[in-house]
């Protein structure tokens, strides 16, 4: 389909990614650690319980499959977008620059409000494991901004070291979490097993579709496999597998890990523990069901199940900062590349910084990491990622609509649409129940949930962007 693709040449040696330096498997270990399996189970499922109650497997069974109708439109377009980009990429590709330009610049805020929330967690979680091990704790704004230099220092190294570290780390944390799960199961739970998960009355619940807030921001990145198409062997068939692949083990595992853990407490003690006990509570079910070393592994393991998620999102916000600039929607200085490495240069510096100044400005607030920052920056980047894959929804649609004698061109159109209509569904439910989530004031939620069309808006105002490649 060479008709299809729009030819343009290549970037200068300056702005040239390394090229072939990623399979399927090394984009798929780079998606799932953005997911952060251990951080997401562990760290904030519970609240996906205390707000949907036991019936909150399913919402991670929903989300998965809202994703996949919406994968199946993005993994067939894959072959007709020639650059890396993902949203930007998509979006320009059926809706025009104008249109590309505001998904650019809106999934740059959207993900770096994501890569930079993980810090939270990350300073959170130090001081528990400081003063377990030596009896002392630190303010959480320290690990945190070492956390910063650390992935600057990763990122900067080159995407496939970036890829070892989280093949490593990302094995680990789900071994323990699968070994945790298991020993739930093999024991029977608390009250013997139940299915109460997913009977309709425990599903559809008024308190579920906030819930469907914690539930889809579980699966985000898993998009981004396109980000590393520059870097990729054969991209047009690695891209779709790890794509794939991400989203079925995503799905599969989240909602038997989630299912697992309603079990250890029984249907009707789950939600006071998750109300009472939202940060300990898969500590609590792994000490009572397989021992209290498990806990203690699990507390030194969600750190490093944190900075895989922030060193692969930090990759991603590093390659859209790439990508826009040789786009030339950026200042063309931050398509600058290491010139060994082959890795973002100036982007990565420039991502790092802001994330210290941020880090920085919430702690001289004397803010709570958990329940200020984290929530905060992760609401507009939720919202904004889920608005972008119904945009891209539609770009796909659009494009296929436009474009006669492609394959399957029929059932995509079909899918496209499909999936438009549920993503802008769930970016409704977001913004309905946004309170819920923040726990934040009717101002705060307004500029939290403003800023993604003011960001979409302001992209598609400027003057279309001239290419620098």
């Known amino acids: 389909m060479g008709d299809v693709s729009s030819a343009r040449p290549g970037p200068a040696r300056q702005q040239q990614l390394r090229q072939g330096a990623l399979g399927a498997s090394g984009i798929t270990l780079m998606v799932l650690s953005a997911a952060a399996p251990l951080t997401v189970m562990a760290g ?5 319980i205390m707000l949907g ?13 809202v994703m996949a109708v919406f994968a199946v439109g993005f993994v067939a377009m894959t072959k007709y977008v020639s650059r890396p980009g993902a949203f930007y990429a998509y979006v320009e590709r059926g809706l025009g620059r104008r ?4 998904a650019g610049l809106l999934a740059l805020l959207a993900y770096n409000g994501i890569q930079i929330s993980g810090y939270a967690i990350l300073g959170s979680s130090v001081g528990p494991v400081l003063r377990a091990l030596t009896g002392t704790g630190v303010h ?21 070291i970036g890829a070892r570290v989280l093949g490593v780390l990302l094995a680990v944390e789900a071994v323990v979490l699968a070994v945790v799960a298991v020993a739930i199961v093999v024991q029977g739970g608390a009250q013997g097993l139940s299915w109460d998960s997913f009977r309709p009355s425990h599903v559809w619940t008024g308190g579920m579709a906030a819930a469907l807030t914690v539930c889809f921001g579980s699966f985000l990145g898993f998009e981004s496999t396109a980000i590393f198409r520059a870097e990729a062997r054969d991209p047009d068939r690695s891209v779709p597998r790890a794509t794939l692949a991400a989203l079925v083990f995503l799905g599969t595992f989240y909602t038997f890990v989630v299912w697992s853990i309603i ?13 009472h006990s939202t940060r300990d509570m898969y500590y609590i079910a792994a000490e009572r069901y397989v021992g209290a070393w498990t806990a203690d592994v699990m507390k030194v393991l969600i750190i490093t199940s944190v900075l895989a998620s922030a060193l ?3 990759n991603m916000v590093n390659r859209y900062i790439h990508s826009l600039a040789v786009q030339g929607l950026l200042p063309g200085g931050l398509s600058r590349v290491q010139p060994r490495h082959r890795s973002p240069l100036v982007a990565g510096v420039c991502q790092s910084l802001l994330s210290a100044v941020v880090i920085t400005g919430f702690a001289a607030a004397g803010s709570d990491p958990y329940r200020t920052m984290l929530i905060w920056l992760n609401t507009p980047g939720i919202i904004g990622v889920i608005l972008l894959q119904a945009i891209t929804a539609l770009a796909v649609a659009v494009f296929f609509w436009r474009t006669p004698g492609l394959p399957r061109r029929r059932s995509v159109l079909v899918v496209a649409l499909v999936s438009l209509v549920l993503m802008t569904g769930v970016t409704v439910v977001l913004v309905r129940y946004v309170d819920i989530l923040t ?12 800023l993604v069309p ?4 302001f992209g598609f105002a400027r003057p279309a962007p001239r290419s620098r490649s």
């Open 44 to 48: 904030v499922a519970p609240l996906s």
């Open 53 to 65: 109650g036991i019936g909150a497997p399913a919402g991670y069974l929903g989300a998965a499959t």
């Open 99 to 102: 249109a590309g330009a505001g």
């Open 140 to 160: 959480w704004a320290v690990p945190a901004l070492a956390g910063v230099v650390l992935v600057w220092f990763l990122g900067y190294r080159g995407v496939e």
């Open 263 to 275: 079990q250890a407490f029984g249907p009707v003690q789950t939600v006071s523990v998750s109300v």
């Open 312 to 314: 692969a999102f930090h």
């Open 439 to 450: 726990g934040a004031g009717a101002a705060t939620n307004a500029v939290l949930v403003g």
């Open 454 to 457: 003011a960001v979409l808006l």
